[in-house]
Each structure stands twice: as C-alpha cells, then as structure tokens.
C-alpha cells in the first residue's frame, strides 16, 4: 500500500509494511498492521489526541528534569504555538507515568554487593513525611523508594524487603547512617550492616544524599507536594525516569539500567508513549485528591495505652435565689 507521494506505508510501530485501511476517524485515515496488530495513522498525533507525540514527551522529560507545568506550558507556546491548559498537561504525565511504571515493572537488574540505604524529609500539605531510598553502589540503581509518617525499624524493613524483591538476591553489605531504625532490620543471610556518613572514604552515603539532593532540586519547582496521592504518582515515575531515561556522568552516560545489564527497549519517553502497550487499562480518573492518608505510626517504640484518669471534682452545693418579690423574715423583722 503507498500514499499519495507513491511511497509505501509502513507501520509506525513495527515497520511492517503488510497494513491494511481500517476506516476514518473524524475524517483522518486510520490502517491496521497484520504484523503486530495495532492501528494507527501516518500523522504523529496519537488517537484521540490533537497534540504530537514529541510535544507530549517533551512535557513528560521537562517535568521530571525539573520544570513546573505553568513552564511547561509557556514552553510549549514558545517553541510550538501550542498552549495546552495545566490540567491537560497534568494528564498526560498521569497518563504516561502509568505506560512507564509498566513498562519498567518485570525487570530485575543486575546490581553489586554493597546497598546504600537512607532517609529524607518531604513536605506535603505542610505536613512533614519521610522519603526511605536504598541505591546500588556499583551501578546507582534506585532499587527501592517508599514514604511513611515514620522512620521505625518497620519503616526500614519494608525498605529493604523491596530492594531484595526488585534485584532478586540479597545484598553482602548494607551503608547507612547512624538512625537507630536500621540497627534491627534483617538485611539477608550473612549480609553486613555498616554505618556510614557522606564524609567517610570506605562507608560513605554521598551517592545516595547526592540522589536526595537532586529529588529535593525537583519538588522545589514543585512549591512542594500537594497531598500524598501526588507524592506516590511522582516518586513512581522519578524512579523509572531515574533508573531507566537519564544518563549520569559518572557512569559514562549511560542510564543505571544500562550499567545493571537491562535490556530495556526505549530510550526516551516518545518511544514509550508510542511504543508501550499497557499491560492493564490505564485510567486517569478526576476526583479530588487528598483524600489518602498514610496509617499513623510512631517513631521508635509505640507509647503503651493507658487508661485515661478519671479526677474527681468536688460538686458546690447550689444557692437559693429568692425571686424579688418574695419577702424573707431575717431577725424578726420584714424586709
């Protein structure tokens, strides 16, 4: 099959050029593929989408960079003559995040021996929480992420309990600092807990609050996060921009899951927005956020019940009032 140019229409997804017309949508042409079975049209629109697919991947990649959505915006209008609301940008990193976060959801990466573990504090709707972050030495794979209202050895446990799911074996040595949450946790068979600071030449934690720093960079153009709904939406899709979209100097810039031995099939989000079939529906769904609430918890341990003191209170004995009119015999005498 050939356009009007003669040149012959192949798939935008597999590059196959066994495709078929499969009818109009709002007067554009739409063809099915035979090969990978995915329609699609020869426009770089995606369906039901009026803005290209570069214009919405350049949003995603300038919002985890770093960039507000109103920046965002004015971008967009400088660059494209396009000025999408913030409410449809927001979309579409809710959208995609999704596509990213599933796309990223099976591998297990090939990491080193020594885990760096620590903590941070976030702001969200004034309140402060704890972000828990464990990364691999070797290759600066962020193995793990999780917020909580607490930093109590149970906190730090399911830290480590996710590092060990996501890379598929348990580490021989585990950094952190000196946080007493850290000093119960089981790390693994035969696995060594050393303490560390970030100015410490064989047990340092610099990779890992060099990471906070960077994070910390990015929800400063946040203005801060808004309620924890935003908080897991963001920090799931930091942890796949981060692990698998960013090249780092240090490593020669290539992208930590590069360095961990993943073969992972994009290398931008216009590939995964294009490319990336969702393994379940993805649903944006408008409803009030703010809702969710972290399960409240102590730091250390939990302070035992104690029956609440009942104090007796001394009763006062009520005053007779006479109304005025009444007449009272003091002394003998009429008043």
Not at 121 to 147: C, F, H, P, S
Not at 161 to 189: E, F, H, Q
Request: overall charge positive; proline content about 5%; glycine content about 6%.
């Amino acid at each position: 099959m050939t356009n009007q140019n003669n040149k012959p229409i192949t798939c935008k997804y597999c590059g196959s050029e066994g495709v078929v017309k499969f009818g109009t949508y709002k007067g554009i042409q739409r063809y099915w593929c035979k090969v990978c079975q995915r329609k699609f049209k020869i426009d770089d629109t995606l369906f039901h989408m009026k803005t290209p697919t570069n214009q919405v991947s350049s949003a995603l990649n300038s919002y985890y960079e770093g960039m507000s959505i109103k920046a965002i915006r004015r971008h967009l209008q400088q660059e494209h003559a396009h000025a999408p609301s913030t409410a449809t940008i927001y979309e579409w990193i809710q959208k995609y995040t999704q596509y990213a976060v599933d796309s990223a959801r099976d591998y297990h990466p090939k990491v080193g021996n020594t885990w760096i573990a620590d903590e941070t504090v976030l702001n969200i709707d004034g309140q402060d929480v704890w972000m828990w972050d464990i990364i691999d030495e070797k290759t600066r794979y962020l193995l793990a992420t999780r917020i909580s209202q607490s930093h109590t050895t149970r906190d730090a446990q399911l830290l480590i309990d996710r590092a060990i799911k996501r890379a598929g074996l348990s580490p021989k040595v585990v950094i952190t600092d000196a946080l007493n949450s850290y000093l119960d946790v089981s790390y693994g068979k035969d696995a060594e807990h050393r303490l560390g600071s970030p100015f410490s030449v064989q047990s340092s934690t610099s990779l890992i609050e060099r990471f906070h720093s960077t994070f910390k960079s990015r929800t400063k153009v946040m203005r801060g996060l808004k309620n924890i709904e935003t908080a897991i939406d963001f920090t799931d899709g930091w942890l796949v921009h981060y692990n698998y979209l960013r090249p780092h100097e240090s490593l020669n810039d290539k992208t930590p899951a590069e360095v961990a031995g993943i073969d992972y099939p994009y290398g931008n989000w216009a590939d995964i927005i294009r490319k990336h079939i969702p393994s379940e529906p993805i649903i944006v769904e408008h409803k009030p956020r703010g809702t969710l609430r972290l399960p409240e918890s102590f730091i250390g341990r939990p302070p035992k019940r104690r029956r609440p003191r009942i104090t007796k209170t001394r009763t006062l004995s009520r005053r007779r009032v006479f109304p005025l009119t009444q007449s009272i015999t003091v002394m003998g005498r009429i008043r």
